[in-house]
């Protein structure tokens, strides 16, 4: 979720900065292969990719893999057993292998051709190859593409990059801002609509549509990639954005409010199984907080469901170097270091500071 940002700071960028791309975890990490984060010179990062532990020692690395114009690759061992202190005290226990690369020429070109194709709509697949010491880069954008095998490519690694779930939030109530800030720092993309204008007055930064729901159809052209929020708490709006949310086929449909309520709102009948109803996990809740914790939660339980089935990031085996993949304790492929023999930064343990 973090490459959407990145790749919106990166076109509204205008000074150096590197971008570090985690390509191998060997046992547990806090973020997996394929979590990013942009560095640049100046310190204003933006993604994480881990807790905190790396990301200093990464920031020390900006300025001379800038004047090289070289990518570099840094291994951070976080084993307690190989390292009895900094392991230990961070709680990981892995191996993490980060790609730094200069933003600059190809790298960048093809950045920002990757986030025209996804404000096109499109999924991408954003995929990196070494030969001898030099990257390349190649896009697609079916989801069915595989890149072809080239035995020229010493290495190979990819990611899917897609866009934000959008998720309607119909009804602007003061309960609707705790759920709208929480989906949105959980990187879903929140539209906001209601027929009240001074109730969207407290969302100034959000996208938001003023109308009924019969007015809205036109303004948001619900899709079967959406999901919908229904809490206005207006029993007619309500019943009137459900019955147009069905229609349109969304993936989740969930609507706030008692047993008692839901049954006005369905005329006792039970909901169709793609509406969830009362909204979010069974926490026992209380007040619009806690209420947006269980709905900011169970979307994001779902969209990662929805995405279990195409994988966000496919390893393809190290070839030449090592006669094809060498399978780890932990299921991932061997990692990327020994690809790049000879052009690998190698920090171990102490790479957290004590500060």
Known sequence: MDMINILRTIRQLDRPAVLATI???EGHAYRKAGAAMLLPLNGDTVGTVSPGCIESDLLERVPSI???SRYEVAEYNMDPEDDPIWGEAVGCGGVIRVLLEPIEGALRGILMDALDLLD????VRFMRGLKGEELFYE???EETVRFPSDESYDWQFSIRLTNRQRVILFGAGPDAVPIYQLLMQSSFHVIVADWRPRLLAAY???EHYLGTPEQLKEKLQLSAEDAV???SHHLHYDREMIKWSLT????YIGVMGSTKRIGMLFNGEVPPATVKAPIGLSIGA????????SIAAELIALRNQWRNKQKEVRHEPIRNLFGGGTEQPNGQAEAAAGAFFGRSARQYGASCSAH
Do not use: H
């Not at 096109?120 to 999924?123: L, Q």
């Not at 349109?248 to 993936?251: E, L, Y």
């Not at 209380?286 to 914790?293: F, N, R, S």
């Open 66 to 68: 800038w004047e090289a």
């Open 120 to 123: 096109a709509g499109k999924e």
């Open 23 to 25: 390509i191998g975890v």
């Open 204 to 206: 100034p930064d959000a």
């Open 229 to 231: 929020v229904v809490c």
């Open 139 to 141: 896009l697609a954008t």
């Open 248 to 251: 349109s086929r969304p993936k």
């Open 286 to 293: 209380e007040g619009p907080y806690e209420i947006a914790v």
